[in-house]
């Protein structure tokens, strides 16, 4: 049997359910495990990474796979992917897998196989001069970064990300493809508050925000949207019915209480919220959801907003490299960013970034006063004596 | 070893291609070099250079592509890459996204699986007017056959854009753009050639997803694929036909370390963990100690470090200090140990998990929206897992009885667990308070007594009081 | 009983002022006038109601809905005019 071809090829539009096939589920994954993987499946002893990019498994049957990491765009043309396949058919004999920080791994069996492979790959370059398949990602580095669609394919987004994370890798390329760091640091983006990519957790999240409250369609909108459950989506209850001069019926959003979420633009698409000037990048770090060491811990908002200045983002970039840079220099071997950062403190840490510390970083959410310092343990930075001057306490 | 619940076919490209080699050869590089698009995207071409692999040269070569096949060798239009680029240098100009929302769009009897996206700007950028997303249930940990691959890329480049994802936030393989008419023609090509399914979105089970596990991890203490793949198959019909308040994710972590971020993303977080001891080789460790082996398999060998130092790399750090050195032998007090895998990462041929394995089923993870970020929480502490899952499976079956009974519309399980208490909500599944559920006891005295927890009850006569105390 | 169930569903659909609901909400309507009707029959109910094409699912991607199958602009219906 091969694929179809023709407008609707073997479906018959006439007759939707007839030889419909439903709920079958994903294919199995054991078919598509290479031999040695089967041959070694529960048998691994341990593992190396033997440079960058590049690792090695030992099976206690004596077996060794080595994997070949290699970094990707996440969105890819097939071209791309066949490209891909070619690789693993000239290489892994047509074995292939995704990480899931879209990176993709070749695996081999031999040293020799490594070698050939990963100039193979370190060779393909697009006709710009980018790589296609940088080796790299594994250990003390900067993986790829985990994302969102943006502009691409989303309805909300106050920003984009594939090209801010093209920005921000061609930055990070270096830590890629080494393990300078003191450990991994991971790296997110998400193009709107409802975090698709649930950057909440990552050593440095890059999110797209939005400042300005929505702007109400009220031509349409009560045609468009069921305006009862418009009022029930919003978290913080700011938007209620009302009538235009006109008598129709609307709704009214009270802007005090609007913290730009635009959950009420997802239920109705007569409150657009995107806004050129009112979207932009905010920087939260210090998060993780690897139990080693410390537990997991959620990222904290460091930088409130920047520009969304497309397509290279350099306020974003440059400042995600100042955090990289100096946590590279100050924090001690296998601390990730937010344990470096709770040991040597916050007051510390917005000194030695020189990242300002604004009273948009101060939680007055909900359960804000978990954020609240309550106790005379802190350290002094000039942030501390300009409070002093200004109350008066010092010269 | 593993085999699917039914029988699978067999994927042959050979088999089942539709473009020839000749079709999929149809440019050349110098060509590419020359090639313009349509619209002027100055912007968007900038992304082209620098050092990390440039999705907009990638597209262009699809565009490229398009340009060059017959028109009867695409069900869509020609231009929808060249569109999308300009839709994007446009929407970079703006500053705002040019996208609509969804809308019915989706295969008959599914309720999730297609996003629907149409372009507010259809009469510059024909060819994204419509432009629907499909999602495509991922492997477990995502293993592939280029066999399968390459037909899936030949069939999305027949019907849809030629632009995809590899794979999406969930775990899904994400297939980018495609006109309605093309969704139905997809899905029987998906199911009947590829023998493949579509995966979740909306208020459904999203589609499951799992780390490499043991496939090609020492520390995996369950199979993540195994569990995964059960789970999703038991569990069709919840993750295409929606009935649930709001989504809701599980995913297979095999360890503590969490690859697949199970902790901060699932309703229910599976993760793998051991209850006896972490396994010892004490050579290991005294090659450790004098240097004969890299520690952490090697992850930090691009700085010079120093010397390895035991105490201050790895007992040092041991969250709960369990571990010492003593007459040159390394001692773990394993029942102090939280299994934080910090040591066994740092001297991975040293140490390793111990052997009697289960899991940590924790519940509730979810980005801000939309009572703020949680972390999943401590519910089943410990659990022996084995095929077909059944205890797995009727604790998530209750979770779900309890949060479609109880959640209101939009509300994830974790809020609803938050909205009730988790008393509560372990009251319902049958379980009895342990400390491992909490950080730390309540620091406010106002209990919810309930009236069968006092003796004699809440109903008290007055005048029985006043007899001894005067009003 | 499944015919009763599938019966208030319509019934809400049709007197609903809203084009598209939950389930829940349906599923409240539907218990009010076939108690003891358990949420998984309701669903199994709705699914049998798409499958005949009398509802159809509405999705915002993150969010489903359901609606009777004709009421309400759909963005591909405003499209086609």
């Known amino acids: 049997m091969a694929l179809s071809t023709g407008k609707y090829g073997k479906y018959d539009p006439q007759s939707p359910t007839k030889d419909r096939i439903t709920d079958i589920g994903p294919r199995h994954f054991w078919e598509f495990f290479p031999p040695i993987i089967q041959r070694n499946y529960g048998k691994w002893l341990y593992h190396e990474v033997l440079e960058p990019g590049v690792l090695v498994h030992v099976s206690e049957t004596g077996e060794k796979v080595y994997t070949v990491r290699c970094g990707s765009p996440r969105l890819m043309s097939v071209e791309y992917v066949r490209e891909i396949c070619d690789i693993a058919d000239k290489y892994c004999d047509g074995y292939v897998r995704f990480t899931t920080r879209n990176n993709i791994e070749f695996m081999v069996d031999s040293l020799e196989k490594v070698q050939a492979l990963k100039q193979e790959l370190e060779s393909r370059k697009f006709y710009s001069g ?266 | ?221 369950y199979d993540t694929q195994d569990m995964c793949y059960e789970i999703t198959m038991h569990y069709q019909d919840e993750l295409h036909r929606p009935a649930f308040p709001y989504k809701f994710k599980i995913k297979f972590d095999g360890c503590p370390i969490g690859c697949v971020a199970s902790i901060a993303r699932a309703d229910i977080s599976v993760i793998g963990t051991w209850r006896d001891a972490i396994r010892i080789d004490q050579d290991a460790v005294k090659a450790y100690i004098e240097g004969d082996i890299l520690p952490s398999g090697g992850a930090h060998r691009g700085r010079d470090w120093g010397k390895f130092d035991i105490k201050k790399e790895v007992l040092d750090l041991c969250p709960t200090k369990c571990m010492w050195m003593e007459d040159g032998k390394l001692v773990i007090d394993n029942n102090e140990c939280v299994r934080c895998m910090h040591c066994i990462t740092v001297m991975p041929r040293a140490l390793r998990p111990g052997t009697d394995t289960g899991v940590s089923i924790l519940i509730g993870a979810k980005a801000p929206i939309l009572e703020g970020a949680q972390l999943s929480q401590v519910i089943v502490p410990f659990m022996k897992v084995e095929p077909p899952y059944d205890n797995v499976k009727e604790l998530i079956d209750k979770v779900w009885e309890f949060w479609m009974e109880e959640g209101k519309n939009r509300e994830r399980v974790g809020e609803l667990i938050q909205r009730v208490g988790l008393p509560k909500f372990l009251e319902v599944l049958g379980l009895p308070p342990a400390p491992q559920m909490v950080k730390m006891p309540r620091t406010n005295p106002y209990i919810f007594w309930k009236e069968e927890d006092v003796p004699g009850g809440f109903t008290r006569d007055i005048n029985e009081y006043r007899a001894k105390h005067k009003r | 009983m499944m015919d009763e169930i599938k019966k208030a569903i319509i019934e809400f659909a049709e007197s609903s002022r809203k084009s598209k609901f939950y389930f829940k909400d349906m599923e409240k309507a539907v218990q009010e006038k076939v108690p003891g009707a358990k949420s998984r029959d309701i669903k199994k109910a709705a699914t049998e109601l798409i499958n005949e094409g009398t509802l159809i699912y509405f999705s915002t991607g993150s969010t489903t809905m359901y609606g009777l199958k004709g009421r309400g602009v759909t963005e591909e219906e405003r499209q086609q005019g």
């Open chain 1, 130 to 395: 980018s790589y296609k398949f940088p080796v790299g990602g594994t250990g003390a580095c900067i993986s790829n970064v985990v994302h969102t669609q943006g502009y691409i394919h989303c309805h909300t987004p106050a920003t984009d990300a594939s090209s801010l994370v093209k920005a921000v890798m061609d930055e990070l390329f270096d830590y890629f493809k080494s393990m300078v760091l003191p450990a991994k640091v991971r790296v997110a983006v998400a193009c709107c508050l409802n975090m698709c990519g649930a950057v909440h957790c990552s050593d440095i999240a890059l999110l797209g925000i939005h400042r300005k409250p929505p702007i109400i369609d009220h031509e349409v909108i009560d045609q468009v949207c069921e305006l009862p459950l418009v009022i029930a989506s919003c978290p913080l209850g700011a938007i209620s019915p009302d009538k235009t001069p006109e008598g129709k019926r609307t709704l009214k959003i009270k802007v005090e209480r609007c913290m730009f979420c635009g959950n009420c633009y997802t239920m109705c698409p007569a409150l657009p919220i995107a806004d050129k000037t009112g979207d932009g990048v905010a920087i939260l770090v210090g998060g993780k959801l690897s139990n080693r060491v410390s537990e997991p811990k959620f990222s904290k908002v460091v930088v409130a907003y920047l520009p969304n200045n497309f397509p290279r983002y350099p306020e974003v970039v440059q400042t995600v490299k100042k955090i990289v840079e100096v946590y590279a220099q100050d924090a001690r071997k296998h601390e990730r960013l937010g344990d470096w950062i709770e040991r040597i403190g916050w007051e510390r840490f917005f000194e030695k970034t020189g990242i300002p510390f604004t009273e948009h970083l101060i939680d007055d959410y909900r359960l804000a006063y978990d954020t609240y310092r309550t106790s005379t343990q802190f350290k002094f930075t000039e942030a501390a004596w300009e409070v002093s001057r200004a109350a008066g306490g010092i010269e």
């Open chain 2, 1 to 221: 070893m593993f085999s699917p619940k039914r029988p699978q076919k067999e994927i042959k490209y050979q088999e089942l291609r539709i473009y020839t080699d000749e079709e999929l050869r149809n440019y050349t590089e110098e060509e590419l070099k020359e090639f313009k698009i349509k619209h002027p995207i100055p912007d968007v071409e900038e992304l082209e250079k620098g050092p990390w692999p440039s999705f907009v040269a990638d597209a262009k070569r699809e565009a490229l592509r398009r340009r060059k096949l017959a028109d009867d060798r695409m069900m869509i239009d020609r231009y929808v890459v060249e569109d999308l680029l300009g839709q994007l240098q446009l929407s970079f100009e703006d500053g705002e996204t040019h996208w609509k929302h969804g809308g019915i769009v989706g295969v008959f009897g599914y309720g999730g699986g297609v996003i629907g996206r149409y372009s507010d700007v259809p009469e510059k950028f024909p060819g994204v007017a419509h432009f629907h997303t499909i999602r495509v249930n991922q492997p477990a940990s995502k293993f592939y056959k280029t066999d399968f691959l390459r037909a899936l890329c030949d069939l999305w480049e027949y019907r849809g854009s030629g632009l995809m994802n590899m794979h999406g936030s969930t775990g899904d393989i994400i297939l980018l753009g495609t006109t309605t008419d093309q969704l139905e023609p997809i899905f029987y090509d998906l199911t009947h050639e590829l023998d493949q399914d579509l995966g979740g979105s909306g208020s459904n089970l999203r589609t499951p997803s799992c780390c490499i596990g043991r496939a090609r991890c020492e520390w995996a203490c």
